[in-house]
């Protein structure tokens, strides 16, 4: 089955007449299996609203996004709410997680929301998969914040997804942990990519994440920028200092 994510021609506007702002014109961008891409521009971009398309959070104004071979306009309310459940995984900058409930519960209730009965075998692999399988029965008040967004990615990788969104993942933590995050992040897709028969549990192969942080965007494999709804470039392999260069350019010419 191809889990390639693709954007094609993808325009999203908001309001009409004289109040209409127009957020993306004609984005056409993929996402493979084996990559892990982050998505950068300055304020206004258009990078969110790219997100929130590309994970059916958002209806476009035109275009069309393909989701492991599932085109998003054919689906209506019900079965795109089932398709964001079944493939699709999200983390945020916000970890959501019920503060009662353990670590593994948390991990659980997306299979129980969807009237699974969850294994405590894969509970187990998907904490195990962000290094958390010794606090499976810690409550959030009990573990770090960048334990808690751990705890927040295997909540999102049980379910198997085909590509995992991630808007600002570490913009509420300390430097330390931001890296191990995108340590972990990083390492989810490499290793999932470079596995045959013994796949990891989660099997993330595709990782999208929207960042404003040169250092994090590094992490990824390659960069996409944004400006004013239209994708502006993309640098592969990036490193910190050629992102942030990129970046400055882009505030300059947005002035």
Known sequence: MDETVRLEALSK???SGDNAVTALRG?????????????MGPSGSGKSTLLQCAAGLDRPSGGRVVVAGTDLSVLDETA??????????F???????LPSLTAAQNVALPLR??????????ITAALREVGLEDRASHRPSELSGGQQQRVAIARALVTKPAV????????ALDTMTSRDLLRTLRGLVDRATRASGDKPIAGIRTIVMVTHDPVVAAYAHRVVFLADGRVVGELADPTADAVAARMVHLEVAAQ
């Not at 795109?80 to 995984?89: P, S």
């Not at 929301?113 to 894969?122: F, K, M, T, V, Y």
């Not at 995992?164 to 913009?171: I, M, Q, R, S």
């Open 27 to 39: 984005v056409t961008l993929e996402f493979p299996p084996g990559s892990f891409t982050a998505i």
């Open 13 to 15: 506007t908001y309001g």
């Open 80 to 89: 795109l709410t089932l398709l964001r459940r079944d493939r699709i995984g």
């Open 164 to 171: 995992l969104f991630a808007d600002e993942p570490t913009g």
């Open 113 to 122: 929301l969807a009237g699974i009965r969850p294994d405590p075998a894969e």
């Open 91 to 97: 983390v945020f900058q916000s970890f959501n997680l």
